[in-house]
């Protein structure tokens, strides 16, 4: 059984795109995902945060800009199983969310 909705969350690990890219491929389907992960795009330090479940949509046009920019961003990875337990942290509680590290952006 897993954890309760309202449960406290440890919060995502660090990783790759291919590892992401893999648990994606084992789960079942995209409602079946349920890794939490932060993939560094980019290089040096990153300014934002990007936040969004696995799938293009939404942020998708968000993403494409800060890698069009060249900007250091890390995007968070929200599974679906997990979202219960991370929405109470997000603005809102909806995603996508732009967290904006520097203050300067």
Not at 80 to 99: D, E, M
Request: aromatic share 10%; hydrophobic share 35%; with cysteine.
């Amino acid at each position: 059984k897993g954890a309760p909705e309202h449960a406290a969350h440890a919060g995502p690990s660090e990783t790759h795109a291919e590892d992401v890219r893999r648990q994606l491929y084992a789960s079942v389907d995209l409602w079946s995902s349920s890794m939490h992960e932060v993939i560094k795009c980019g290089t040096g330090q990153p300014r934002y945060r990007l936040g969004y479940m696995p799938m293009r949509n939404r942020c998708e046009v968000a993403r494409l800009v800060l890698e069009e920019a060249g900007c250091p961003y890390e995007f968070e990875v929200i599974g679906f199983k997990v979202w219960g337990q991370v929405k109470p942290q997000t603005p809102l509680g909806k995603v996508p969310v732009l967290y904006d590290f520097d203050g300067a952006g």
